[in-house]
């Protein structure tokens, strides 16, 4: 492609949380769209709707069943080309501040805490990284180890991964206060700091893997559970309504990076002057 893209990007994956939800009840995100500085598009996630198949598919863009990746209890390295590795192989820095899985998926497997938690290890494809292994971990804490590793290291594709929403969702349900109020809170600590990452050149996406039952629990094909927004906010989306799938924000996000890639992803949805 002529117009190659040049930017940061940060990938933010809100773990469980629904559209509809993330739709009535982030007010900040919201406000950006109304004010023209951000879209949203639904996203129908792939199958089946479990954390682990679907982190894979996110930042491979290959879809569970083919990834082999079909179940949160498979410990083993992507076997697939990620964000992640097409990144460090084209000499950009890497970061994440994730829930374990992701360092099992692309760093190391299986995760040991003590050698794995904190990650500096240029040959690694997340070359920075501040790993945690409780559901319960605060979303503060997650954003402040995403914000210690954006300032050190300066990544030009960073992933933020809270699991907060999801363990409401697990421990209350969908329709339950405790639920929405999860994704509001997130919602304010996104205000604390987008604005900040836009003035240092970062493209941000937000989405999720899966959203949430009433049985308290996902993994098959309800609405509720497959439904997920897909938040674009910076310079170079188009924000207007795209057809967006799940497959394609590995994708968008390599586009954006300017990497050489053979991933999906909906050109409409960037801009390239």
Not at 58 to 68: F, K, N
Not at 195 to 207: F, K, N, P, R, S
Request: charged share 20%; proline share 4%.
């Amino acid at each position: 492609m002529n117009n190659k893209m040049n930017n940061k990007v940060i990938l933010v994956v809100l773990d469980g949380l629904n559209y509809q939800v993330a739709h009535d009840c982030m007010g900040y995100l919201n406000g950006l769209i109304e004010q023209q500085r951000a879209s949203l598009s639904p996203i129908q996630s792939e199958l089946p709707s479990l954390s682990r198949p679907l982190y894979e598919c996110l930042l491979t863009g290959v879809r569970p069943i083919d990834s082999g990746i079909v179940s949160n209890h498979i410990v083993r390295r992507s076997k697939h080309d990620s964000i992640f590795s097409l990144a460090k192989n084209q000499g950009l820095r890497t970061a994440a501040a994730a829930y374990h899985w992701v360092s099992e998926l692309y760093n190391r497997a299986p995760y040991q805490a003590v050698r794995d938690r904190f990650t500096q290890d240029e040959t690694l494809n997340i070359q920075h990284g501040c790993f945690y292994q409780w559901d319960h971990y605060p979303d503060e804490a997650v954003f402040l180890d995403a914000e210690q590793l954006r300032l050190s290291h300066q990544p030009n594709f960073l992933l933020i991964h809270p699991m907060n929403i999801d363990d409401a969702g697990h421990k209350f349900g969908l329709d339950s206060s405790q639920y929405r109020n999860s994704a509001r809170h997130a919602d304010v600590l996104l205000s604390h700091f987008i604005d900040l990452w836009l003035a240092d050149g970062y493209q941000v996406l937000v989405t999720s893997d899966h959203g949430m039952n009433n049985d308290r629990s996902h993994g098959g094909t309800l609405p509720e559970e497959r439904e997920v927004p897909l938040f674009m906010i910076g310079s170079a989306f188009a924000h207007h309504g795209a057809h967006i799938k799940q497959t394609d924000i590995c994708g968008l996000c390599c586009e954006l990076l300017g990497l050489d890639h053979q991933k999906p992803y909906p050109k409409e949805s960037l801009r390239y002057d």
